[in-house]
């Protein structure tokens, strides 16, 4: 008997190792296929078989990396962000796990997340640290634009999109061309149709004829082939449509299992690798002639793509990798000669280009360049940029700023109007992976000011000064109600209308300022500041430009525009009462200066009178030569700048008449 059991746990265990085996020898397989699916690109099947290995087996750092990149090639981001979540908490990982993590949590809006491990990539990369500091600088700018967005509405545009993806929109004839992976309506499609990447169909030149969107779009006529097509820009000068095909390249591959004992043999692995190729088709009699490659296309060595027209049709930007760029993608540009060839191309330099990838160009009828980067800091992803210039002289790009970018990848920029256009974009909320979004101007209606009375502590420094009347009148005499809190007023205004803001105290001189508000600010908190300046009795202040012809005391044009400064001081704080004193230099005759000078402080007081300003308030004292500003009295050489100095009219607050207001 005991002999029996002896056999019968020799059977378990036997059973047990071959079970173990041949669960092992099926975990291997389904990790081997999910590989050389990922090696194919064929990442929508592969991120099914790593899920099903994944569920049955162990997974090591690798395969969870392996994962993560194929939900990052099908855009699904949030999957990619929780698998290298998990490999950034593997004590195994590398400073390039933190950076991938760091940037798919960008791409996912978490700025502040992102920007700790960001800190983390340049602690384990000290090559790399200033680096990671422009990193956490995007992302604390990021959070900034989003704080305070640009007035700019972007609206999916629903009608044109799909449930896949749906990009490079351009206005052609009297309709639009799209780049689309859409299925078409009464379109059979067969295992050959589609793409294993996405397991959609591929990518096609789509056109809706009119800009009625409701009539279902259909396939451009002529220039589509059986792979990749698109994005396409149209030359109206020359009847030439220009775009996109992608050529699949055959490349013999290392091995990716190099285990000598495997049962895969690799040795011999053949792939492709996708490359982009020019290609233009030329319009006859209404139908696309069959399309030709560009003459720079050279798909065994590089890619060449996304075309791009100057205004007049005499200069083509395209994207490429070829060798001598400045790193990944960059913008190239080519002259077009008379007799219908390109030139040679040449790189668009620096100041466009980076060590990462400048892809989708676009001109505006203005001659601005717009294009997509994940070289210049951004929102994260592709971000949208703008510069002034042509060919290889550019000005620095300037982001576009949320919300025409956002954490996902912008691109694909087209003006059809004053403020308007359309982007493509695969951020969240969108119909499919790319949706085409259309922007529009979106100024704000109202504002919100804050008024905040100011005094000088000093001859630079200003501090708040408490328990002013501020006062607001707007252009049509209604005044809007005022918000106080902690000193500082707030109230709401109307665009493109003028309000005048008052501050008084008593003691303090008023000020005011007319302030009109655009309708196409950025911004629609508008801050307005008031310095009031505290009243000395008796001490002089300089009207500065006020000037007389020789030996006459007439009021010169230029005088009174100075002299209505004072004017509009007596006006707005109507219980200050004033001296106005005239002053010459030390030439001439003692009795002819003070009474010159009695002449001239006579007749800016009467002129002052004359606009409307009480006689009471005002009176007109000639100083002569009496009151020198410097050494320049009687026998004393000075300069001519020096002499001006005493030639001066001054006026000062002799009394305040009750409170002010």
């Known amino acids: 008997m005991k002999t029996n059991i002896n056999i019968v746990i020799k059977l378990l265990v036997l059973s047990a190792a071959v079970l173990f085996f041949n669960n092992s020898i099926f975990a291997q397989k389904q990790l081997q296929s999910a590989k050389e699916l990922m090696s194919r690109s064929e990442y929508a099947q592969a991120i099914k078989v790593y899920k099903d290995f994944i569920s049955t087996s162990s997974a090591g750092i690798q395969e969870k990396r392996d994962l993560a990149e194929c939900y990052l090639a ?45 800190q983390d990539y340049g602690k384990m990369q000290p090559a790399e640290s200033s680096k990671a500091k422009e990193m956490v600088n995007a992302c604390k700018k990021s959070l900034e634009w989003i704080a305070d967005p640009a007035y700019t509405d972007v609206i999916n545009a629903d009608a044109m999109n799909s449930e896949n993806s749906d990009f490079g929109l351009m206005p052609y004839e009297n309709g639009f061309l799209l780049t689309s992976d859409r299925r078409l309506k009464g379109k059979s499609y067969s295992a050959s149709d589609i793409y294993g990447w996405t397991g959609n169909p591929y990518l096609k030149i789509i056109q809706y004829k009119e800009k009625d969107l409701s009539i279902a779009p259909r396939e451009l006529e002529g220039v589509n082939n059986n792979y990749h097509n698109g994005p396409a820009v149209y030359d109206k000068h020359s009847g030439t449509l220009y775009f996109t095909r992608t050529k699949m390249v055959k490349m013999i591959k290392k091995p990716m299992n190099c285990d000598p004992t495997s049962w895969y043999d690799n040795s011999k692995a053949k792939d492709y690798v996708n490359r982009l190729e020019l290609y233009y088709a030329t319009k006859e ?47 190239y540009y080519c002259d077009k000669f008379t007799d219908g060839t390109w030139g040679t191309p040449k790189n668009a330099g620096n100041n466009i280009n980076t060590a990462g990838n400048e892809v989708f160009p676009y001109i505006a009828a203005d001659g601005t360049l717009y294009f997509s980067s994940d070289g210049w800091p951004g929102m994260g992803g592709l971000d949208l940029f703008s510069a002034k210039g042509s060919k290889e002289n550019w000005s620095t790009p300037e982001n576009l700023k949320y919300p025409i970018n956002s954490p996902k990848d912008d691109f694909c920029m087209v003006y059809t109007g004053e403020g308007t256009g359309y982007l493509s974009s695969n951020r969240d909320g969108g119909k499919g992976n790319d949706d085409i979004y259309r922007f529009i101007p979106s100024p704000p209606k109202t504002f919100v000011f804050t008024v905040t009375a100011k005094e000088k502590t000093d001859s630079v420094n200003l501090g708040m000064l408490k328990n002013a009347t501020v006062q607001v009148v707007g252009d049509s005499g209604e005044c809007p109600v005022l918000f106080e809190k902690n000193g500082v007023y707030y109230f709401r205004a109307d665009c493109g209308k003028e309000y005048k803001v008052k501050g008084s105290r008593d003691g303090y001189f008023a000020a005011e300022k007319v302030i009109t508000t655009t309708c196409q600010t950025r911004n629609d908190t508008v801050p307005v500041e008031l310095v009031l300046d505290k009243i000395v009795i008796n001490k002089p202040i300089v009207l500065n430009n006020i000037y007389y012809d020789y030996d006459k005391w007439d009021i010169r044009p230029d005088a009174a525009i100075e002299l209505d400064k004072l004017v509009k001081i007596l006006i707005e704080n109507p219980k200050i009462n004033i001296e106005l004193g005239s002053h010459t230099d030390s030439r001439g005759k003692d009795k002819y200066n003070l009474d010159l000078s009695q002449k001239r402080a006579e007749s800016a007081v009467n002129y002052i009178i004359s606009k409307g300003i009480d006689q009471v308030r005002i009176k007109a004292k000639g100083y002569g030569e009496t009151v020198p500003v410097n050494k320049c009295i009687d026998g004393v050489t000075c300069t001519e700048e020096e002499f001006q100095l005493n030639r001066r009219t001054e006026f000062k607050v002799t009394s305040i008449s009750g409170g002010q207001k």
Do not use: C
């Open 74 to 118: 099908t855009g699904n981001t949030i999957a990619a962000e929780e698998w290298l979540a998990e490999v950034a908490d593997n004590p195994d990982h590398t400073a390039q796990d933190v950076l991938k993590y760091a940037n798919v949590l960008k791409s996912n809006g978490k700025y502040s997340e992102a920007m700790i491990q960001y």
């Open 285 to 331: 009699d209404g139908k696309f002639q069959q399309p030709v490659a560009f003459q720079y296309s050279n798909p065994e060595s590089h890619s060449v793509g996304h075309p791009a027209l100057s205004p007049n049709g005499k200069i083509m930007y395209f994207v490429s990798d070829m060798p001598g760029g400045m790193g990944g993608t960059d913008i």
